[in-house]
Each structure stands twice: as C-alpha cells, then as structure tokens.
C-alpha cells in the first residue's frame, strides 16, 4: 500500500467536495425549476414528476451525507498535518 502526503489528501479531497458542493447545487436548482413549473402549469398526472422530485430528494440526501463525511476526513487529517508542523518547528 502506498503512503499518501497528507497535503495530497487534502487537496484530493478539497477536490471531491467541490465536486459534490456542485452536483448538489445542480439538482436543487433542477428541483426547484421543476417545482415551480409543477405549480404553475399542473398536468393532470404528475406522478413521473414527483417520482423524479424524490429521487433527486433522496440523491441530495445522500450527497450531502457524503459531503459531511469528507468535512470530517478533512478536519481530521488538518489537524494532524497543523500537529506535525508545530513539532517541526520546534528546537532542541
């Protein structure tokens, strides 16, 4: 197995986060378009809407969850990568 920097983790996830932060902001802004034109012209069967709606519900969910997980892999690894500096910078 190969040894990671911790910056390299870091910046890996940074990366994935603002990945995320994205596709969330993509699917709430589909969500609310498509609440606000079930609103304002209703079909008569919306069921295949709603259906769409709780998917995307459920997805945003889910993303945030994972992005919750990455905040906290993040302030972990932050932490122990402030602690190795500070010992570094230490003198004998």
């Known amino acids: 197995m190969a040894v990671i ?5 870091l910046s890996d996830i940074e ?6 932060k994205r596709r969330i ?8 378009f498509l ?4 609103i304002s012209r209703p079909w008569q069967d ?8 709780n998917e995307w519900s459920e997805e945003i969910d889910k993303l945030e969850h994972d992005l919750n997980i990455l905040r906290d892999e993040w302030s972990r690894l932050n932490n122990i990568n402030k602690r190795n500096k500070s010992f570094k910078n230490q003198t004998v």
């Open 5 to 9: 920097p911790i910056a390299q983790r």
């Open 15 to 20: 990366v994935r986060a603002n990945r995320l």
């Open 25 to 32: 902001e993509v699917l709430t802004s589909d969500s609310d």
């Open 35 to 38: 609440t606000e034109t079930m």
């Open 46 to 53: 919306m069921t295949a809407q709603r259906r769409l709606l």
